[in-house]
């Protein structure tokens, strides 16, 4: 476990900084880029979860790419420091998939066989992933550090919490290394992450309503984790890539984010 946890820390840091060095520093084509790469190998991984062959998932990606690129440029991300109606209607289905049906997928295992149904649910959710993060930064670097730091402090606090304690299954036939324990260290880690982040932010409303907003949001998160490791498990791969060591791939370190930004993006950027 040591050994794991060493491999894990460090590409966990190597990534890290690579990140924040792009959103605090690129420009915005090369931001643009980067994000377009992220989401391209992600609609790769994901193509592959679903039976697509290795040329397959590359056409797969490439085609989502170009709608990505497309959305971009033609929703005008942004009308002042809000986001557009145009950009707020690509990413209202996918908040509705997270909050409506992704629990239920979850919580009642229901398989998603149809290789056509599970490649369109892809556009959908990696499409607004990918313009979520585009607006947020492009309005408010800060809100959008701020909902990314929200995704790595709940993961971080499960992972190490659910090892050291582990206890009951969260969810055993779709996830079986997730333990409550985990989850509610997330959710005590988001707390006081939200304490913290509630005078930076500008004070947005009542204390306690904002702890339970945020607290909200990481259950979002954990949705979007286990929603993943549901769909891994269905195509009986452990990891949905390997670029990441001791991580696996692009779809394993942004599961939760992927479900989180379209929700931070259209609460934080005041639509």
């Known amino acids: ?40 190998i992600a609609s790769w991984e994901w193509g592959r979860l679903f039976r697509l062959s290795a040329i397959e998932a ?45 629990p239920v997928v979850v919580q009642f295992t229901i398989p998603v066989t149809s290789s056509w149904v599970g490649l369109a649910l892809g556009w959908v959710v990696l499409l607004a992933a990918g313009l979520a993060a585009l607006a947020m930064r492009e309005v408010s670097l800060g809100h959008f550090l701020a909902a990314v730091a929200l995704v790595w402090v709940a993961d971080s606090a499960a992972f190490f919490i659910g090892r050291r304690f582990g206890g009951n299954r969260l969810a055993e036939r779709v996830s079986p290394g997730k333990t409550w324990a985990g989850f509610w260290g997330a959710l005590g880690a988001v707390a006081a992450y939200a304490l913290i982040l509630y005078p930076i932010i500008g004070r947005p ?43 696996g ?8 984010l992927i479900a989180v930004l379209p929700l931070m993006a259209l609460w934080w950027l005041g639509w």
Do not use: C, N
Not at 226 to 246: D, H, I
Not at 249 to 256: F, H, K, M, P, T
């Open 249 to 256: 791939g692009v779809l394993d370190r942004i599961d939760a």
């Open 1 to 40: 476990m040591r050994r794991e946890v060493e491999i894990r820390s460090l590409t966990a840091a190597v990534a890290i900084g690579g990140f924040l060095g792009l959103a605090l520093f690129a420009p915005a084509w090369l931001w643009a880029l980067f994000i377009a790469l992220v989401i391209g």
């Open 58 to 102: 590359i056409g797969y990606a490439a085609i989502t790419v170009v709608l990505l690129a497309i959305l971009w440029r033609s929703t005008g991300i942004a009308t002042g420091t809000t986001l557009s109606y145009a950009a707020a209607a690509v990413l209202l289905p996918a908040l509705f998939f997270w909050i409506a049906i992704a």
């Open 205 to 247: 409303g009542s204390l306690l309503g904002w702890v339970v907003a945020l607290l909200g949001v990481a259950v979002v998160a954990v949705v979007g984790d286990l929603f993943e490791s549901w769909v891994k498990r269905q195509a009986g791969v452990k990891e949905s890539g390997w670029l990441f060591p001791g991580h």
